[in-house]
């Protein structure tokens, strides 16, 4: 594979960063409920890829030999962005949304989306990063815990009743 370039998302992009969040969790089927139904408001917010850039940092990862082909994206959540949900103090970092197109796994996306998060963490002097995450996504929880993050139970929340996020962090 081409190296990997990781930027900023374009705006002209924000359609296709939404696209490319609903499609990866599509893909695993992280969109259905648990009565089988589609999670329609969920999928809403995953594609808003505009909304979300306006209120925090939108990072892409692309091809070097075709920089316009969007492979995996990230929401960094950094202070004062409403997009926040475990990061409470001004010393912690969050990340959102981390997705790899389906057919982009495998190749080093999703560690290098989180790579950035960790070195944005350490280079604005943060001292942890947390994130939420389904337990079913246990292909990211290995991807999280190679880097270092770890499980916290106290962290984990229901967002919406029978829907359990666990809360990973990582100390700098």
Do not use: K
Request: hydrophobic share 40%; with cysteine; aromatic share 6%.
């Amino acid at each position: 594979m081409s190296d990997l370039l990781l930027r900023r998302a374009r705006p002209d992009e924000a359609a296709a960063v939404g696209a490319l969040t609903v499609a990866g969790y599509d893909a695993n089927g992280y969109l259905v409920r648990p009565d089988g139904s589609r999670d329609h408001d969920y999928a809403a917010v995953l594609g808003d890829g505009a909304t979300r850039a306006d209120d925090a940092v939108v990072m892409v990862a692309v091809d070097a030999d075709a920089p316009d082909t969007l492979l995996g994206t990230v929401t960094w959540c950094p202070e004062g962005s409403s997009l926040r949900e475990l990061a409470v103090r001004d010393d912690q970092g969050e990340f959102r949304m981390l997705t790899v197109a389906p057919e982009a796994r495998r190749r080093g996306v999703g560690a290098a989306l989180l790579d950035w998060c960790v070195t944005e963490a350490r280079s604005t002097g943060l001292r942890e990063i947390v994130l939420s995450t389904l337990p079913e996504m246990t292909d990211a929880h290995r991807l999280y815990e190679s880097r270092g993050f770890r499980h916290r139970p106290e962290l984990d929340w229901e967002p919406l009743d029978g829907v359990v996020l666990w809360g990973f962090s990582l100390s700098l």
